[in-house]
């Protein structure tokens, strides 16, 4: 399962749908439930805003995509993070940010148990100079967004879906978008929590 939480915290989900995950789900937590993350204070173990994130990735055996604002010094990036079975794989910074926010470099792709994702931060699945990455042997895209439903960024989705030939899932903080491979929307959930089935068109279920 593919689920998708905006709009609550972190200790809710647990409590609320922990016993729904299940091992090798991916869960995605939008940007507002993790805030702000001062990046060099969580990996010296003086902050701990990824710890129980970390142990509950671990323990379930799943993936996490956690949005955030990640600070380092005074430098803030739009970013997301990538957990799997408790290990960060990486973290993807927004390459053409709002003012306000330091450049990326470039789209990361991640080797997962699941197989090769690609994660596009916010407003960068609308370039699509930025698409290479999803066309060598990637298995699920995501599109992470921190602003409500938006027209251009699910247009986008759609033809990045349809040229790749790959389910692309697009979270906003208010919905969730899944377009099948044809670059047609399967579904659309509104809610603080959403899930999907692996082939995210097979079948899907809010909350």
Not at 94 to 106: D, H, N, S, T
Not at 156 to 173: D, I, P
Not at 186 to 202: I, L, N, T
Request: with cysteine.
């Amino acid at each position: 399962m593919i689920f998708c939480f905006s709009d609550t915290d972190f200790d809710e989900i647990i409590e609320n749908y922990g016993a729904l995950i299940s091992p090798n789900d991916t869960v995605i937590l939008s940007r507002e439930i993790t805030g702000v993350v001062d990046m060099p204070a969580e990996f010296d173990g003086v902050s701990h805003i990824f710890r129980d994130m970390m142990i509950f990735s671990k323990d379930k055996r799943i993936t996490l995509i956690v949005s955030m604002r990640a600070k380092i010094g005074d430098r803030l990036f739009n970013s997301a993070m990538l957990i799997e079975r408790g290990k960060v794989l990486g973290v993807s910074d927004e390459i053409f940010p709002l003012k306000g926010y330091e450049r990326g470099g470039v789209v990361r792709s991640y080797l997962t148990d699941r197989g090769k994702v690609c994660i596009f931060v916010d407003s960068d699945i609308c370039y699509p100079q930025l698409w290479q990455g999803c066309f060598s042997g990637c298995r699920y895209i995501f599109s992470v967004n921190s602003i409500p439903l938006n027209r251009e960024r699910i247009a986008s989705a759609k033809t990045l879906a349809n040229v790749s030939g790959k389910h692309v899932l697009a979270q906003f903080c208010d919905a969730s978008v899944c377009i099948n491979p044809y670059g047609r929307i399967d579904s659309v959930k509104f809610g603080r929590m959403s899930a999907f089935y692996p082939f995210f068109g097979e079948g899907a279920f809010d909350g």
